[in-house]
């Protein structure tokens, strides 16, 4: 008899604002931590600048701005998170890194339809993860957001 193949990928745990949110580990190059970025004039408010990294500038992505959430003040445990969605680099700011976890695909469901829209079209899951809901963020959909933005 055979059984079906379920596919399964790691994602890095993080918490902005007060929901906690999956990264697939695939397309993380590096986590840093939080320093002021170089502002940019211009610039919209979710990107409140560039860092450079490892000689490489990247535009730093306030996650909290791009999900609807108030902008807060960074604290000792927000992070950059460096993402490669090609062809794109960018450093997504969160509150805080969390865990890695290893996902299968039967652990994932739909986004739920009451979802605020904003919020929703950045997402391309929600899974459970220690008691707690756990969104899963489309780094492609990500991106789109950040360019429609600037």
């Not at 450079?52 to 992070?79: C, F, I, K, T, Y």
């Not at 299968?104 to 997402?123: C, E, F, I, K, M």
């Amino acid at each position: 008899m055979r059984t079906s193949e379920q596919s399964s990928e790691d994602y890095l745990i993080v918490r902005v604002g007060t929901e906690y949110y999956a990264l697939p580990s695939a397309a993380i190059r590096e986590v840093t931590r939080w320093r002021a970025p170089t502002p940019v004039p211009g610039a919209p408010p979710l990107l409140p600048g560039i860092i450079s990294q490892r000689g490489v500038v990247l535009p730093a992505v306030d996650l909290r701005q791009l999900l609807g959430m108030p902008a807060a003040e960074p604290d000792r445990s927000s992070r950059f998170v460096i993402v490669r969605q090609e062809p794109v680099d960018v450093a997504l700011m969160v509150d805080a890194t969390l865990d890695l976890c290893h996902l299968t695909s039967t652990d994932l469901a739909r986004v739920p339809a009451g979802l605020d829209p904003q919020h929703a079209r950045l997402l391309s899951a929600i899974a459970q993860h220690e008691g707690q809901p756990l969104l899963v963020i489309d780094l492609a959909a990500l991106i789109t957001a950040i360019q429609e933005s600037a």
